[in-house]
């Protein structure tokens, strides 16, 4: 499976960006999809995940109620929105796809290459 990412980009606090995961290659219909994030000099962090389906997502404390996660599986990719952000949400956000399980716990085999979101303050 091959991930591509895009999306990021410099936004200003309180502003929004939607990120972009395109899914490629031999994609398995029992694969969920999901962020991680990591910031300069901090460890990787979850920040959500949505089954194939689409029915069920999970949210990080961190970001719940300002990000959200959706999936198009018609184009194989999947989207967080990311609304009302703020400097601490600086990161390169890596999209993922595994079984949830190994999505939650962060060890999933598919990682994409990461975008870079800056937010100013």
């Known amino acids: 499976v091959q991930l591509q990412a895009s999306g990021g980009g410099l936004v200003q606090a309180g502003g929004s960006l939607r990120l972009s995961c395109a899914a490629s290659g031999r994609t398995s219909s029992s694969y969920a999809m999901g962020w991680f994030r990591q910031a300069p000099g901090m460890e990787r962090e979850f920040v959500a995940v949505?089954?194939?389906?689409?029915?069920?997502?999970y949210h990080a404390d961190s970001v719940k109620g300002r990000f959200t996660i959706s999936r198009d599986n018609a184009k194989n990719t999947v989207y967080l929105q990311m609304n009302s952000l703020k400097p601490e949400d600086t990161a390169v956000y890596y999209c993922?796809?595994?079984?949830?399980?190994?999505?939650?716990?962060?060890?999933?085999?598919?990682w994409g290459q990461g975008t870079l979101v800056t937010v100013s303050s």
């Open positions: 993922v796809a595994d079984y949830i399980n190994r999505v939650v716990a962060g060890t999933c085999d598919y």
């Open positions: 949505i089954t194939w389906s689409g029915s069920t997502t």
